[in-house]
């Protein structure tokens, strides 16, 4: 089936490819599970694999969240997807978003179909503090903060629910232009900024390419990040089960070092490409599918 049944009643999609041991993928924010299948397809007769579309995304577009925290929802999505298809000794991979996902549910749900972890370019702890200097975007978090705030005020203005692109006039482009340099720095191509300026009167297409389109999902991560306190590295400390942790050490978002003490303090392999950003999905894709394949069949 395409699709399997969350606890609050919505239906989440899900796409399945290969046959043999599980292996659950969860993807970043502004991807889908679909995004996944070039990476997969080498090893798919001897997995079976999981690509969920996370809530909110892909073909679970049009699922809200049902709570404050995501990270929570998503585990409990997850933990609804283990349970609808009897997962057991599963392995699980979790890139950005769906790490912290992951390792919200280690800390804080039933983990035990889990038996194998890949943990891909995310940091444990998203704040920084007196003890931590390596949460969401490093030394320069307060910089990146203060633009997350100014977006979630200028969101003050607009409906509850409803599309970014639905906005009023004038609130839709100011909205359109915090984003984009909020996605410009995390891809990492300052130029992005540069094409929205001279394309700015199309602002319903860039607001249908954004990687979160809902306004009230738009609300929902942006209270995760500021708000939220996910900091997971007591409870990740020696991981339950074997894991890797892949790091893209030119990653923007998440500095290497922190996570080389993630990767000791769980007691996990630590794998770097060197010539990844945040996505090696995109930077390193041959060195990343050969990473993936390695965890696979270490066991």
Not at 50 to 66: C, E, I, T
Not at 166 to 184: H, M, P, S, T, Y
Not at 201 to 214: C, D, I, S, Y
Request: glycine share 10%; charged share 20%; net charge negative.
């Amino acid at each position: 089936m395409p699709f399997f049944p969350a606890r609050d009643g919505q239906s989440l999609h899900v796409r399945t490819i290969g046959r043999g041991q599980p292996v659950l993928m969860l993807h970043g924010l502004g991807m889908q599970g679909r995004d996944w299948l070039p990476f997969v397809l080498p090893f798919a007769r001897q997995f079976q694999f999981f690509l969920p579309d996370l809530r909110g995304a892909g073909q679970s577009g049009k699922v809200r969240f049902n709570q404050a925290d995501v990270f929570h929802n998503h585990m409990e999505d997850m933990e609804d997807l283990v349970h609808y298809f009897g997962l057991q000794d599963c392995y699980l991979v979790g890139y950005s978003l769906g790490g912290t996902t992951s390792l919200h549910w280690q800390a804080h749900g039933d983990f035990s179909p889990i038996s194998r972890y890949l943990h891909v370019d995310q940091s444990p702890c998203i704040h920084n503090g007196d003890d931590w200097a390596h949460g969401l975007f490093g030394a320069r978090q307060e910089h990146f903060f203060s633009q997350l705030r100014d977006l979630l005020l200028l969101l003050d203005g607009a409906p509850d629910h409803g599309e970014v692109a639905n906005l009023a006039v004038g609130l839709r482009e100011k909205v359109l232009q915090g984003l984009v340099d909020i996605f410009a720095q995390i891809s990492g191509n300052p130029r992005l900024k540069t094409v929205f300026a001279a394309s700015s009167r199309w602002a319903g297409m860039w607001a249908r390419l954004l990687p979160v389109t809902n306004v009230a999902d738009l609300r929902a991560y942006l209270n995760a990040y500021l708000n939220g306190a996910h900091d997971y590295r007591d409870s990740a400390r020696d991981f339950p089960v074997p894991a890797t942790v892949l790091t893209g050490e030119l990653s923007p978002l998440y500095p290497a070092e922190g996570q080389a003490q993630f990767a000791r303090l769980a007691g996990a392999e630590h794998v770097v490409l060197p010539r990844s950003g945040h996505v090696p999905l995109m930077s390193q894709p041959v060195e990343f599918t050969r990473a993936l394949g390695r965890f696979l069949k270490a066991a």
